[in-house]
Nanobody, 122 residues
Framework: EVQLQASGGGLVQAGGSLRLSCVAS????????VGWFRQSPGNGREGLSC????????YYTDSVKGRFTISRDNGKNTVYLQMNSLKPEDTAVYYC???????????????WGQGTQVTVSS
């Protein structure tokens, strides 16, 4: 069974930090790029960051560039999203997803996790 388990969300004050983890199982993790997305009430899904299968390529959307850092440990089948300098507008449910192709559109992601809530208070 394919699973992507996102965790690490919580309540944090503005300016604080959180580290999200995404643990994968049931597929060949090393062959897949992994992305982080978020969705807040009334808003569409936003792609935040992506890391290539080997970790050598990364992408960040402008709204998180310089504040968030994506990394992966293929030995642990895990991708991380380090989030610093958090803002109230970062409040959302955060999802991880896996795709065979780095740079894929959201529709090309094969597997999705269940999401973890991040709430940033002002």
């Amino acid at each position: 069974e394919v699973q992507l388990q996102a965790s690490g969300g919580g309540l944090v004050q503005a300016g604080g930090s959180l580290r999200l983890s995404c643990v994968a199982s049931g597929f060949t993790f090393d062959d897949y790029a992994v992305g982080w997305f978020r969705q807040s009430p009334g808003n569409g899904r936003e792609g935040l960051s992506c890391i290539s299968s080997g970790g050598g390529g990364t992408y960040y959307t402008d709204s998180v560039k310089g504040r968030f850092t994506i990394s992966r440990d293929n030995g642990k089948n895990t991708v991380y999203l380090q989030m610093n300098s958090l803002k109230p507008e970062d409040t959302a449910v955060y999802y991880c997803a896996a795709t065979p192709r780095f740079g894929a559109t959201p529709k090309e992601y094969d597997y999705w996790g269940q999401g973890t809530q991040v709430t940033v208070s002002s």
